[in-house]
């Protein structure tokens, strides 16, 4: 699904859940309503700014309007992702996951070398893993669902299984996010 569509679909879905007119939606977000309709219909390029402006309108958080149902594991390669200009200056965003309500979310930066992959060990029941590489290349994930990320690479999957980290060359460099159910 592109991300014109995402936005669409999400953009007619919380206006629906919020009871708003299109005109309604229009006038709210400073937007012209035929703007808005196109971007129902998938049409138009919008900006962030734009973005911004129906998320505020709608009272939901930008990331919603990326919204879909998430499958368990989600690969981002460096290239891909549903990504967004600003129409201000030369800047682009894009969203590689979002948080569900009633989750914690921890952040680190882990340093890898080559040698023996680090196994860890199952996380509570429910705990997600998101991982980017910043610098170089791993072998990263569940047991036998390894994936292998190069820089800027996206990678969630479960974590309440044992998995896997393997640098493939030195230096790498990841974020990991621990994600846990409150």
């Keep these: 699904m592109s991300p014109n569509d995402l936005i669409a679909r999400a953009i007619k879905r919380e206006r629906n859940r919020k009871g708003m007119s299109l005109s309604a939606l229009a006038e709210a977000a400073d937007l012209a309503k035929s703007t808005l309709s196109n971007l129902e219909a998938g049409k138009g390029n919008p900006s962030i700014e734009t973005l911004w402006a129906i998320a505020e309108a709608l009272g939901v958080t930008f990331s919603t309007l990326f919204e879909v149902s998430a499958p368990e594991l989600r690969l981002i390669r460096a290239h891909e992702g549903a990504t967004v200009d600003s129409d201000h200056a030369p800047y682009q965003t894009t969203l590689l996951d979002n948080c569900p309500v009633g989750v ?32 170089g290349q791993a072998r990263v994930g569940p047991r036998g669902e390894e994936e292998v990320l190069n820089s800027g690479d996206y990678f969630r999957y479960p974590a309440d299984g044992t998995h896997i980290y393997e640098a493939l060359e030195g230096q790498t460099q990841m974020i990991v996010v621990i994600e846990t159910r409150d």
């Design 104 to 135: 914690r979310r921890d952040l680190y930066r882990v340093d890898l070398e080559p040698g023996a992959p680090r196994r860890s060990s199952p996380h509570p029941a429910g705990t997600v893993e998101h991982v980017v590489i910043c610098r």
